[in-house]
């Protein structure tokens, strides 16, 4: 946490030296170059004690005035402080070429200065008129700096709220996957099936991804479809001839990334909710085409149309994710359980 300190105290010092050099630099051109046909500059005289006043006026009302009052929305006493600050710049320039500048210029010739009085009330306002533009505009440079540095927050927290939330789902989504599939070994072991060993190679596979290939925003939608082949193959083991099955793919697959977990909801509530003990069918089609990922699933179904607590969340997934980059579409018509999901990759 150091470093990153460091760096931002860094920038914050550059940037208020900057700001000085260019306030000297300044002065320096619309007080020192007086001779319009001539390149001579002269540091004037005034332009140290101006910065004396100037610079703590400045941090006064940067790191004081606006944190206490301007922040906390009390603008009446920040607007009366802020003028009494003000005055007092004013008087402190007023102070310094009453007492110490206008007498160095009459050094050779003291007999015949008046020195005046020195409440000279426009010699006092010219001078506040030369301060505010100095004060209003570093003003301007901290709210500007605070607006950013607050959007900076406040994208860090969504962006930690949607990677909390994205990593919640997921965590939903893996023990009732693992159940399902636990369960399917279950059976086959009953059984004393020779395709049980085959079942806990694919489960381990699967496992694998799971828990170590998923840990990334993306993956590759090759290894996202390796994962549904093997979660396919377990379910057919596990139905054999109960099971019609259609699984298709094609397009541009290669080199496409997707969100990992996204797509086997679908896949894996058309199993549970499609094959009843009289069998049942699962047609899945996925296609991807001009980087746009078209995804079909269809399976038998009779009972009532109730959303699933999977698929509530990959939906929940998707509009974190994709947002207006995806549509899907989920009905059930003539005992068909239909799932319809394009995601633009």
Not at 116 to 129: E, Q, S, T, Y
Not at 158 to 169: N, Q, T
Not at 294 to 322: C, D, H, P, W
Request: charged share 15%; hydrophobic share 45%; glycine share 4%.
């Amino acid at each position: 946490m150091m470093i990153p300190l460091v760096k931002k105290n860094y920038r914050a010092i550059g940037g208020h030296l900057l700001f000085w050099l260019f306030f000297i630099l300044y002065n320096l051109i619309d007080a020192g170059w007086t001779d319009n046909y001539s390149w001579i500059f002269s540091i004037p005289q005034s332009l140290i004690t101006d910065l004396v006043v100037i610079i703590p006026m400045v941090y006064i009302n940067l790191y004081m005035l606006m944190p206490v009052l301007y922040n906390k929305r009390k603008y009446v006493i920040y607007i009366c402080c802020f003028i009494f600050l003000l005055f007092a710049g004013g008087l402190g320039k007023r102070f310094f070429a009453f007492s110490l500048w206008l007498p160095l210029e009459h050094l050779n010739n003291p007999a015949n200065w008046d020195p005046g009085d020195f409440w000279i009330l426009a010699r006092i306002v010219k001078n506040i008129a030369k301060i505010f533009p100095v004060i209003a505009a570093t003003m301007v440079l901290k709210l500007v700096s605070n607006a950013y540095q607050q959007e900076i927050r406040l994208r860090t927290i969504e962006r930690e709220k949607f990677d909390a939330e994205i990593g919640f789902l997921k965590a939903q989504i893996n023990p009732h996957f693992f159940f399902n599939t636990l369960n399917s070994l279950y059976f086959l072991t009953l059984e004393n099936s020779p395709k049980a060993p085959t079942l806990v190679m694919h489960l381990s596979q699967l496992m694998r991804y799971m828990l170590y290939d998923t840990s990334t925003s993306q993956v590759l939608l090759t290894d996202e479809l390796a994962h549904l082949k093997n979660y396919i193959g377990i379910e057919q083991m596990r139905f054999g001839d109960q099971l019609e099955l259609s699984f298709q793919y094609s397009g541009q697959i290669d080199g496409q990334w997707i969100a990992p977990l996204l797509l086997l909801p679908f896949v894996e509530n058309a199993f549970k909710h499609g094959i009843k003990n009289n069998g049942g069918w699962v047609t899945i089609d996925l296609k991807v085409s001009e980087k746009r990922l078209y995804l079909k699933v269809e399976n038998s179904f009779a009972g009532t149309f109730t959303q699933r607590m999977g698929l509530k969340n990959v939906k929940r997934r998707l509009a974190l994710i994709y947002p207006l980059h995806h549509q899907l579409s989920i009905k059930q018509d003539n005992n068909i359980y239909q799932v319809d999901l394009k995601i633009d990759l």
